[in-house]
């Protein structure tokens, strides 16, 4: 049975097969936008963060330091009570948040992740285009709109912008005020972004080359800023493909694991996701 920290931090519980991908949300996102998702050798571990999704009625954190620490202890606590590998996901802030934490996970000589996927996500020494947390509110949720992280009708419920917007803000200023990430994580990194995405382009993300001494492989989808819940299928045969390709950890470089033009090796296409 598993104790009631792993149960508010990881409510959806996973397989218990496979390497275990726990998948971080976008600003103000939940737990849930990944909980449909399924994929043959992969356990799909969705993480609620305080103030988010189940975890509501919490104060969310604001501070980076304080999170990655309280996530440290959940993964590398998990990790190893399962003695399986992992891997971590993040998208848009999960991916910077993904990206902080492996380090901090390699700093405290827990077990660390097989690799880094970071999805919709610039580099931490890249401003982002738009200033979302310089925003009023009015503007914050219609440009969340029109890029697709909320719907019109739920912009449109007054009581529920009320609860999201102080969850949203927290999100949003966890690296606001933080200098850029230096760390260069002993993992692969694998970068996926939306063809069509305006805030994290397709061309940002080579400079996240720097933050890996193991390699980048980049990933373009169809699609914006959250193609990954538009479509998820593209996206999970993509992960399942990469992590057979690295195998059981340590890994090694991520282009000797995947060859010369960054093909990974053939994985099961029993992948499905939904929302």
């Known amino acids: ?32 936008s990944y909980a449909g998702w399924a994929c043959q050798g992969v356990e799909f571990l969705p993480v609620e963060l305080p103030g988010h999704g189940t975890r509501m009625a919490e104060a969310p954190v604001a501070d980076l330091d304080v999170l990655t620490a309280q996530l440290a202890e959940v993964v590398g606590g998990h990790a190893a009570g ?34 880094v996927f970071v999805s919709g996500s610039l ?11 310089g925003l009023d509110d009015d503007l914050l949720v219609a440009t969340l709109v029109r890029l ?37 994580l002993p993992v692969p990194i694998i970068t996926l972004a939306g063809a069509a995405d305006p805030l994290a382009q397709p061309r940002d993300q080579e400079g996240w080359r720097a933050h890996t001494s193991r390699g980048l492989l980049r990933r373009v989808f169809d699609g914006g800023h959250f193609f990954l819940h538009d479509d998820p299928g593209p ?8 992590l057979a390709a690295l195998g059981d950890p340590p890994p090694g470089p991520l282009q000797g694991r995947l060859g010369r033009s960054g093909a990974p090796v053939d994985a099961p296409d029993r992948c499905h996701g939904a929302l």
């Open 82 to 115: 399962t003695g399986r590998p992992y891997a971590l996901f993040g998208h848009s802030m999960g991916g910077r948040l993904a990206h902080h934490l492996a380090g901090r996970l390699a700093a405290s000589g827990r077990p660390g992740p097989v690799c």
């Open 1 to 32: 049975m598993r104790d009631l920290v792993s149960t508010r931090w990881l409510p959806y519980g996973g397989t218990g097969r496979g390497v275990s991908v726990f998948c971080l949300p976008h600003a103000g996102g939940a737990a849930r």
């Open 148 to 184: 697709g992280g909320l719907t019109a009708e739920m912009a449109a419920e007054a009581e529920l912008m009320r609860l999201v917007l102080p969850t949203l803000r927290a999100d949003l200023g966890l690296f606001g005020a933080a200098r850029p990430d230096g760390i260069a």
């Open 123 to 133: 580099p931490p020494q890249q401003p982002p285009p738009v200033d979302l947390h």
């Open 235 to 242: 996206v999970l045969r993509e992960i399942a493909r990469t």
